[in-house]
């Protein structure tokens, strides 16, 4: 990959990480009252900045001479899909099955299916409780926030052993100094 190339993807990817730790802060119950809006805000905004690296990565692989059909298989455009066009059955369905709504009807399948994904979020479903490497990579990414923003505090509102264990990587990390001439 050419220099510029992959300074731009990690600047970018950079950005993503960033909003996805934002996306997690807005869970937290002390920022209930903003979390709709700031949850899907940061969501898409990660979305549309990792569109940007693969559409740039493309754009370099399409200038040195890749097949378009090549490029489509590998951007994976069969799976595409516009958030314009809003949530889909599937998703309604999931968060039906979270809610513990009434279960769709018995000969709908894909529905049953995504209902049962939605049940294994909620009580003591089987994602209910996060396994450690979940816990592991949110706790490095509210460590990271917070000793980018230099707010070690914020972690005091996370869940007992996510902020001991984010406090723990947050003191791992070191800030780094701005080069000189």
């Not at 950005?15 to 805000?41: F, G, H, S």
């Not at 979305?47 to 994976?76: E, K, R």
């Not at 990414?141 to 984010?166: I, Q, T, W």
Request: proline fraction near 6%; glycine fraction near 6%; include cysteine.
């Amino acid at each position: 990959m050419p220099e510029p190339l992959r300074q731009a993807v990690h600047q970018l990817v950079s950005e993503v990480v960033m909003n996805c730790q934002e996306v997690l802060r807005y869970t937290e119950p002390d920022l209930a009252r903003d979390w709709k809006r700031m949850t899907l805000i940061r969501a898409t905004d990660a979305s549309d900045t990792m569109d940007t690296a693969a559409m740039l990565i493309a754009a370099y692989c399409q200038h040195t001479g890749m097949a378009l059909d090549t490029l489509a298989s590998y951007l994976q455009t069969r799976q595409q899909r516009s958030r314009a066009a809003g949530p889909r059955d599937a998703e309604r369905h999931e968060v039906a099955g979270m809610l513990g709504t009434p279960r769709p009807a018995d000969d709908d399948q894909d529905a049953q299916m995504w209902f049962s994904v939605g049940q294994g979020y909620a009580g003591d479903g089987l994602m209910s409780e996060p396994d450690e490497q979940r816990l592991f990579t949110e706790a490095c990414l509210h460590g990271l926030r917070a000793k980018l923003c230099n707010d070690l505090g914020s972690l005091d509102r996370l869940p007992p052993e996510m902020a001991a264990m984010a406090r723990r990587v947050a003191e791992c990390l070191e800030v780094p100094e701005p080069a000189t001439a």
